[in-house]
């Protein structure tokens, strides 16, 4: 239990640094398409402050706590359909990842008359990155439960 | 000698008490029970004229509500019955009214098309009892947009009979606000039949709409002329933080969202810079937000110490500010009425007192005076 705990953290810790990265990509490439003075020193440094920001300034829930409820979520419901189905772990969490923040992107929008919240999720493309950051996350998840799971 | 470094210390003192030398006023409510009142506009010493967000256009006449709104008002986009922000916004007087009868209107108004969408749209008509008639579109931003929010949509006469429009950024759509080929965050200037001036900045310029006035703007709800009758006073909401007072002038671009100093609303930053050559600067930005929803420049006689002051509605948590202002910069800012709760707009009165509109489903229109 306490591996899984770890694991689960870790990939939290990988799927909400990843969300972050592509939050402040798709300003700084805005921001650099405008003729602003970005490189890839302000581009790290943007990254951090968005990291530091997005967990403890915004008027939003922190971002590792919604990752994790997402991915919690989502893996919880894939582990429960796993013991009534045989089917490869380590691709069906990648699904369930991919699911948790498929619905995270554009469910939350819905719920808030359609206002994007992330940055990162403004466009389709972010939508599928971010899709593809909870997949990987699940993937790695389901790589690395134990056996016995 | 010794004593030389208490001269700014005395300045100070002094200078605060100019500015926070809270002239007493008392308050009296002329109207409740209004549904998210928005626009107000004074047409007489016994008439006023408010928009209620639900899309109706109320009028108070002799201190009391008119219980029968007025007819004829185009149907306005509600999205879902949130009236948080849009629905029916501002209204404004011809500036020769009385000649005319002729009232502006903004409000968010559904796309014939694409029910989903929608776009900020001014219309004008003509007043007659309790009718508005003759109705016409004269303004409607471009390119329609699925989200209910930051319209901007507030309207304001110049002293050459033209009319700046304020369009918000609509929330999802800030990049467009840089580029000059849509409404987008944008504040333009009009000719009061809704045709194009033809000394507007970015006539003739290719791709760009020759009706913009500025750009790079978020949310601008607040717009007033100075007694002076050339400053164009603005202010517009922030993101989280950043919310600007500037003074806007004809072509420039104002900055949102290549700079500020706000952050997103997730936390993120949405730039890291707050200053760029080329990109102008508020006279006065607040950190945290205070939510400025609407803006007057003190006109009258009865509060003698206020002339020329700015007055600023705020939403966040919900007060009214006094700006001094000398020489086009902030130099003091006193609170006022901080037990009203939110605060959606401020004019000046034919008899030099001040008229406050409350925020909410039970919107209330308070008069500032004295005796």
């Known amino acids: 239990m306490a591996k899984k705990f770890v694991i689960f953290i870790s990939i939290v810790i990988l799927v909400m640094t990843l969300f972050v990265i592509q939050t402040t990509a798709s300003y700084i490439q805005y921001l650099y398409q405008m003729g602003m003075p970005v490189d890839f020193s302000v581009f790290l440094s943007a990254v951090w402050s968005d990291l530091i920001g997005m967990n403890f300034h915004g008027v939003l829930p922190p971002i590792a706590l919604v990752i994790s409820v997402v991915l919690g979520v989502a893996f919880l419901v894939a582990h429960l359909i796993l013991k009534r189905i045989p089917v490869e772990k380590k691709y069906f969490y990648a699904f369930a990842g991919a699911s948790g923040m498929f619905t995270l992107v554009t469910l939350f929008p819905a719920l808030i008359y359609d206002l994007e919240m992330y940055r990162g999720a403004l466009s389709l493309l972010g939508k599928g990155y971010l899709t593809a950051t909870g997949a990987l996350g699940g993937y790695i998840f389901g790589l690395n439960l134990p056996r016995q799971s | ?371």
């Open chain 2, 1 to 371: 000698m010794r004593l030389h470094f208490l001269f700014p210390l005395v300045f100070i003192l002094f200078a605060h008490a100019v500015i926070s030398s809270d002239s007493e006023f008392k308050m009296e409510t002329l109207a409740e029970g209004l549904d998210h009142a928005w626009g107000i506009a004074v047409v007489s010493d016994n008439e006023i004229l408010i928009t209620e967000g639900v899309g109706r256009l109320r009028r108070i006449v002799d201190g009391q509500l008119d219980p029968v709104p007025i007819k004829g008002i185009p149907p306005v986009f509600l999205y879902p019955d949130d009236l948080t922000q849009g629905g029916l916004c501002d209204v404004a007087l011809h500036p020769r009214y009385n000649e005319n009868q002729l009232i502006y209107l903004s409000f968010g108004e559904a796309d014939k098309d694409d029910p989903s969408l929608n776009a900020m749209t001014v219309v004008r008509g003509r007043l007659e009892g309790h009718n508005l008639v003759d109705v016409q579109q004269i303004f409607k931003a471009e390119p329609p947009r699925k989200t209910a929010a930051h319209y901007g949509a507030r309207i304001l006469f110049l002293g050459d009979g033209t009319m700046l429009i304020t369009s918000g950024d609509g929330f999802n759509y800030r990049d467009q606000a840089q580029t000059l080929d849509n409404h987008v965050g944008k504040i333009v200037r009009l000719n009061d039949d809704g045709s194009i001036p033809d000394d507007n900045p970015f006539v003739g310029i290719k791709d760009a709409l020759p009706d913009i006035w500025s750009f790079g703007h978020r949310n601008p709800t607040g717009m007033a002329l100075g007694n002076d009758g050339m400053t164009i006073f603005e202010h517009e909401h922030g993101p989280k933080g950043g919310d600007e007072l500037n003074i806007v002038n004809i072509g420039k671009n104002y900055g949102w969202p290549l700079i500020t100093y706000g952050l997103d609303y997730s936390g993120s930053l949405i730039t890291p810079f707050t200053e760029r050559e080329g990109l102008e600067q508020p006279i006065k930005y607040w950190v945290p937000s205070i939510a400025p929803s609407a803006l007057a420049i003190y006109q009258g006689d009865m509060f003698p110490d206020w002339k020329d002051n700015l007055f600023i509605t705020a939403m966040v948590p919900g007060d009214l500010r006094r700006l001094t202002i000398i020489d086009n910069k902030v130099v003091g800012e006193e609170i006022m009425l901080s037990e009203l709760g939110r605060l959606r707009n401020v004019v000046n009165s034919t008899d030099g007192s001040l008229l406050v509109a409350t925020d909410g489903p039970d919107g209330k229109i308070i008069r500032l005076y004295k005796d």
